[in-house]
């Protein structure tokens, strides 16, 4: 029997990103699947080093850790489709854009570049978590 920490689903994203923040929000995820905990990747945390150990750039997509699995970017977005309810238009809308693991690969790199530039426009800093020593930014 699997226990409570097996069912712990992490979503790890830049919390300083509006759109990021708000697509968190909304996302309902199936109570059969687990529970869906927040992680700012701003922030200095175990999940962050294992993220950055494996080399995946947060700046260039979120992070999603379902027990030993990792999905990263469109992948990440991706199974996020699959594993939310379809309750509400958002939730809907979400798993008819990215059920598709090729949609999802074509319409991601749209949706990193429009985070970038809002957060340019924001004047936001990278995370850089695979070279904290310059903080540069957008």
């Known amino acids: 029997m699997a226990g409570e920490s097996d069912k712990e689903i992490l979503l790890v994203y830049d919390r300083e990103c509006p ?7 909304v996302l309902r995820i199936k109570e059969s699947v687990g529970e869906l905990k927040i992680v700012n990747a701003r922030e200095d945390s175990e999940i962050m080093k294992e993220i950055t150990a494996r080399g995946l750039d947060v700046d260039q997509g979120m992070v999603l850790k379902m027990g030993d699995q ?22 809907r809308l979400n798993y008819w854009m990215f059920r598709s693991r090729t949609l999802s690969r074509i319409l991601y790199p749209l ?28």
Do not use: P
């Not at 759109?19 to 929000?25: A, K, L």
């Not at 530039?117 to 990278?126: D, F, I, S, V, W």
């Open 70 to 91: 990792y999905y990263y970017g469109s992948d990440a977005i991706h199974a996020l489709a699959l594993i939310s309810s379809r309750s509400g238009l958002f939730n």
């Open 19 to 25: 759109v990021c923040e708000r697509y968190s929000q």
């Open 111 to 138: 949706l990193r570049w429009c985070r970038n530039l809002l957060l340019k426009m924001l004047g936001r800093t990278r995370i850089n978590n695979l070279n904290r020593a310059g903080k540069e930014k957008f």
